[in-house]
């Protein structure tokens, strides 16, 4: 009894201190990294996704509620803002390796942002999703950090846009190489950039992972991205509702 | 290291300040990370100490959204009732945003480049 008893104690300890939450969160990413490895790269076993659907799992067969599981992660959610900062510098080496490539960039960026919110806004709404999901889909091409924050100045939910965000990152990292080769597209930067644009923060880490040039203009995609629909995002949205 | 974070936290937090009093349409680190273009571009380089920070976050970013992402357990209820209509728009969407993102850099740009691909 008095076993168990101490095994109860040292359960509430860790639940009530943020070392649970950094720990399971770090393992759960550990593991994803390690499956990521171990299938040779295969975009299917997406780390962030493995270790999303682990805590997730976990906090759940632990009824441990969100807020305390977040009360110890908020240090790692804490780095996304220096994170989101720190893209000046891959955005600065992209910018001073451009060589004229502004102009089509540019256009790129302007085109992917417009679709993306176009199409996943009205394709939602069309299938009849109520005003706090068609919403919170606006900024889902925008890296987390920055979507979060562009939700709260248009009123959407920031968890459920971070959701969407995370969800279009993950699929945008499995289904680009499949969809850039099918357009037979060849040149590092030019596939870097499209997934940047469509896949921000997780297909950029993806990007890095496959070539050094093509996870560059990621960033530099991703980064303009954030900066310009930080901008755009609440204009479109008043403009639109 | 240290002095890479130091600098990353001096611009974020002249970020949040700005967006606080001056410009409370942009999130704090959108603007921090803006200055520190500035700042870069002015100073017409990047230190090692700031690089070498700047490429373990680009490394690891996918792990900072965790936190965020597990908050998905509290929607389960309305995501499920809004699965097809969440799920259709996501898929189409993103294959839309890449697939023209692609097609307008290729064709604008100015020489086809003959490299490898995946």
């Known amino acids: 009894m008095s076993e168990q008893h101490s ?30 490895k171990s299938t040779k790269q295969n975009p299917l076993a997406n780390p962030v996704a493995i270790a999303i659907i682990l805590v997730a799992s976990l906090i759940q067969y632990v009824e441990m509620p969100y807020s305390t599981y977040f009360e110890g992660a908020q240090f790692i959610h804490f780095l996304l803002g220096s994170a989101t900062v720190s893209l000046a510098i891959p955005i600065y080496r992209g910018l001073s390796s451009l060589k004229g490539r502004s102009l089509p960039l540019l256009a790129s960026l302007v085109t992917g942002g417009l679709v993306s919110i176009i199409s996943a806004v009205n394709i939602a709404k069309w299938l009849g999703a109520d005003s706090g999901i068609t919403g919170a889909m606006y900024p889902k091409s ?59 923060g997780i297909g950029t880490s993806r990007a890095f992972s496959i070539h050094p040039e093509a996870g560059t203009y990621a960033s530099l995609a991703m980064g303009m991205n954030g900066v310009i629909s930080a901008v755009a995002i609440p204009i479109l949205y008043h403009w639109f509702n | 290291m240290i002095s890479g974070l130091v600098q990353i936290l001096l611009f974020q937090s002249l970020g949040e300040l700005i967006s606080k009093f001056l410009l409370p349409t942009l999130p704090g680190p959108v603007i921090g990370l803006v200055l520190l273009i500035l700042w870069l571009v002015l100073r017409k380089g990047i230190n090692a100490e700031l690089a070498m920070v700047a490429d373990g976050f680009s490394q690891y970013f996918g792990l900072l959204f965790v936190p965020a992402a597990v908050g998905v357990v509290l929607f389960l209820p309305q995501l499920k009732a809004n699965a097809v209509a969440i799920v259709s728009a996501l898929l189409i969407s993103i294959i839309l945003t890449i697939a023209s993102s692609a097609v307008v850099v290729r064709f604008l740009s100015p020489k086809p480049t003959e490299e490898g691909h995946s």
Do not use: D
């Not at chain 1, 095994?7 to 990521?36: D, H, K, N």
């Not at chain 1, 890296?143 to 939910?157: H, K, L």
């Not at chain 1, 699929?171 to 190489?177: F, H, Q, R, Y």
């Open chain 1, 7 to 36: 095994i109860v104690e040292i359960w509430v300890y860790l639940s009530g201190s943020p070392l649970f939450a950094l720990f399971i969160t770090l393992a759960a990413y550990q593991i994803g990294l390690w499956i990521y």
């Open chain 1, 142 to 200: 925008v890296t987390a950090p920055i979507a979060m924050g562009i939700a709260e100045r248009i009123g959407v939910s920031p968890t459920l846009t971070a959701i969407f965000a995370v969800t279009t990152g993950i699929l945008g990292a499995i289904l680009a190489p499949f969809i850039l080769n099918a357009l037979g597209m060849k040149a590092w930067w030019q596939r870097g950039f499209a997934i940047g644009i469509g896949a921000h």
